[in-house]
T-cell receptor, first 116, second 112 residues
Framework: SAVISQKPSRDICQRGTSLTIQCQVD?????MFWYRQQPGQSLTLIAT?????????ESGFVIDKFPISRPNLTFSTLTVSNMSPEDSSIYLC?????????????FGPGTRLTVL | GQQLNQSPQSMFIQEGEDVSMNCTSS?????WLWYKQDPGEGPVLLIA?????ELTSNGRLTAQFGITRKDSFLNISASIPSDVGIYFC????????????FGTGTRLKVLA
């Protein structure tokens, strides 16, 4: 499976500011995703990061709030804009394996965000 | 939208006991994945299931893809303290995308 790293691992931010989270994969992958995990909750898909084009957002998530970039097949960023305490969550990068046709997804270690 | 219900929500067991948890939905899925998440970490993939009725093992873990395609089960045999964590199921709907829907999670605590 691919090795996925995220930066930062955690951060504490002030209300109204923005934070950009980076996701780096050690091999080229076909698909990358961003998830949010609110405290004590399950995982919710924010968007699919598309290489070279705009991300595909899920219902309830918009580009102005969560702009995403994916300049190549190994790297993506998620920005949480104009943050409020409700944005305090773990943000997870996920990739689909490029090996064969298997639909397995692997996760990075996550970025724990606290907004004051 | 589609939802996945996991049960039990949490469980306390004695070390050495077997554990069973399941994931159910009103909709069918093409693929089931089972993950374990430790505190402060991302989910780690345990088992992947691709066919209805499939039974797959990974060490002490065994998972099954339900015949109806609407459920899946995970069993852990002879639990040990490091089995502590949150277990999530994830189902891929037959919608032609690679997106997964995650279950609500089962929090497992093992008493030594």
């Amino acid at each position: 499976s691919a090795v996925i790293s995220q930066k930062p691992s955690r951060d504490i931010c002030q209300r109204g500011t923005s934070l950009t989270i980076q996701c780096q994969v050690d091999s080229q992958v076909t698909m990358m995703f961003w998830y949010r995990q609110q405290p004590g909750q399950s995982l919710t898909l924010i968007a699919t990061a598309n290489q070279g084009s705009e991300a595909t957002y899920e219902s309830g998530f918009v580009i102005d709030k969560f702009p995403i970039s994916r300049p190549n097949l190994t790297f993506s960023t998620l920005t949480v804009s104009n943050m409020s305490p409700e944005d305090s969550s773990i943000y997870l990068c996920s990739v689909k394996s490029s090996e064969g046709s298997y639909n397995e997804q692997f996760f990075g270690p996550g970025t724990r965000l606290t907004v004051l | 939208g589609q939802q996945l219900n996991q049960s039990p929500q949490s469980m306390f067991i004695q070390e050495g006991e077997d554990v069973s948890m399941n994931c159910t939905s009103s909709s069918i899925f093409n693929t089931w994945l089972w993950y374990k998440q430790d505190p402060g970490e991302g989910p780690v993939l345990l088992i992947a299931l691709y066919k209805a009725g499939e039974l797959t093992s990974n060490g002490r873990l065994t998972a099954q893809f339900g015949i109806t395609r609407k459920d899946s089960f995970l069993n852990i045999s002879a639990s040990i303290p490091s089995d502590v964590g949150i277990y999530f199921c994830a189902g891929q709907p037959p919608s032609g995308t690679y997106k997964y829907i995650f279950g609500t999670g089962t929090r497992l605590k093992v008493l030594a």
